[in-house]
């Protein structure tokens, strides 16, 4: 047989056998020794990085994350600080100018790279900013594993974003994305964005790290501490060692997470608590009249986790660990960072509702939010408004916790400054835009997905999209998938016009005309989202009486929701503007009929939508 068609057959078979196994994600596994010298704000780092390409592709290069080099005067965040002015993130200004060109020389953040090596080979490499891109003296095959080693020193920066020494609180070193991590490369392929500070991603990786520091400090981390007899702070420290220079050895294991954070304070003091059925949960923080909240919070968090578990899916790791570090609230593998001052007990409970979400939608369900911002920030906001509204009950029951989400989107599209919630997270235009995309229509499109089909419905896609993709990285698109598997229903319009356009649902009662034993209801569609309505009437003797009218383009219709018993109508097609009714009611029988009693429809102009029976 001819070579050449022996070589086309080949690749077409291995073509073919590459999407008929489509999903794959690649893997690490880190070996960290870590000394930090505390006074001068400085440590020196090795690792080992055992890295497995389970892609069908053969890699050449590799990239990894260097986040420190970011925070330096000139630097593309410093740029896109500068650009964005007052229209950017507010956290990385002062009157008007960027906190980072303000930095000191001896404050500014670096990795310095000493060398790194294959398999004990010398590599070639260059440092792009943030990103280090390394070039293999042997490509890395599909279905096999490599080891790098490397060795670095770094600078804690002047504390801006997350990561640094001394923030506003007092914490002495937030350590995180502080070392050189490598980027996840999936069926896109290298997700090595630039560090202008927004989001992160990474492939799962297990970490074992050692950290020498000054015996005065408390390290908190993301993981299980190895040695806890041995350090201060943990259990009764009888045992506490120190090296030969003094310093006291942490060693940490976490398995299957996205990174390891760690934070480091001679004042933190660290408590812990089981939940049932749950991981062991610890506090790290500086206790104090400031940080008076944080014991009244546990019985609070304790039913965070049960209530999550019951909801979305069952947390995957035996620890979680809250930190009093970094500049608001940051996630990471499984720990987050948090402001440790609050001025209520509900303001603490809900920065740590929405950062342990992040634990569901970011971590466990690892979506590269770089991409997806909305996958990330808009589940778990969905999330934290399902959880807080339960543990903080509103004195006045709302008709559903997303209420205010849905009154912010609104109030926001009037402003001209919506963009696209597919956009790229780090590319809008204004810090206010990403929110609103990222954050806002990304939980209200939780909260659509439960108008469409039903909240029973959503809730059997949110624990099967879990179950499917419990620990990898899912897209949109799987997502999608699942959701239209489970509800039945075509859903692609609905994900096209609210993520890829800044388009608009606007439905109003047009006209009612009364009859002697029934009225005719005219509805209108003056937006540019279209979508099926519920529609209910409030009778006189304070009964609730509902309709469902499909949208033609789901092709199968709701079958039941948590607001009550519907009868349903003929479908509305999309391409109709107006659609007309009869319920068997006269105008005696009724006090109020309109679009959407339970307010969850996204209406820009929702005063349109009821008609006062007078």
Known sequence: MNKGLVYLFLMLFSVAGAQQNAYYQQNARYTMDIEVDAADFTYQG????????????????VYFHLYWNAFRPGSMMDQRVQSQGKKGDSRLQKDGVSRLAQIPEDQTGFQNIHWIRQNGTD??????????????????????STEFTMEWDARIPMQIRRSGRNNREGVAMTMTQWYPKIAEYDYDGWAAFDYVGREFHAPFADFDVTIKIDKDYVVGAGGVLQNPLEVKG??????????????????????NILDFAWA????????????????????????????????????????????????????SYPTYTYIQGGDGGMEYGMCSMILGEAT???????????????????????????????????????AEDFVMYRLFPPQQP???????????YVNFTKTGLEEPASWLGDHHDSGSAYTYASYVKGELYLVELGYIMGEPTLSKVMKEYFAAWNLKHPSDRDFLHIAQQVSGMDLKWFHHYWLNTTKTID????????????TVITLENKGGI????????????????????????????????????????AYWPWTQKEYTFTIPYSRQQLLALGIDFSQRLADVNPQDNIVEVK
């Open 344 to 382: 209520t007990l509900e303001g603490l409970v809900g920065l740590m509702v929405h950062e342990g979400g992040h634990s569901w939608f970011q971590q466990m369900l690892a979506t590269n939010e770089s991409m997806r911002p909305w996958m990330d920030e808009g589940f778990t906001s969905y």
């Open 46 to 61: 090795k690792q080992t990085v055992k890295y497995t390409n389970n892609s069908p592709d053969a890699l050449r290069v």
């Open 234 to 255: 943990y259990d009764d420290n009888s045992n506490v060692k120190f090296d030969a220079g003094n310093k006291a050895v942490w060693h940490w294991k976490a398995k």
């Open 507 to 518: 439905y109003a009662v047009k006209s009612v005309q009364y009859g002697k034993d029934s």
């Open 264 to 315: 480091a304070d001679p004042d933190y003091s660290v408590e812990h608590f089981t939940i049932l059925d749950g991981p062991k949960v610890y506090y790290v923080y500086q206790k104090s009249d400031k940080t008076q909240f944080w014991e009244a919070s546990k019985p609070y968090i304790k039913n965070f986790f049960q209530l999550m578990n019951a909801t979305f899916g069952r947390y």
């Open 530 to 569: 279209p979508m099926p309505i519920d529609f209910s009437i409030l009778t006189k003797d304070k009964k609730i009486i509902s309709y469902q009218i499909p949208l033609n383009m789901t092709h199968t219709w709701k079958s039941a929701d948590i607001y009550g018993d519907f009868t349903t109508l």
């Open 398 to 408: 709302w008709p559903n916790p997303y209420v205010n989400a849905i009154k912010g």
């Open 123 to 144: 590599l070639k490499f260059e440092i792009q900013e943030t990103i280090m891109k390394v070039y293999l003296n042997t490509p890395l095959a599909p279905n096999s």
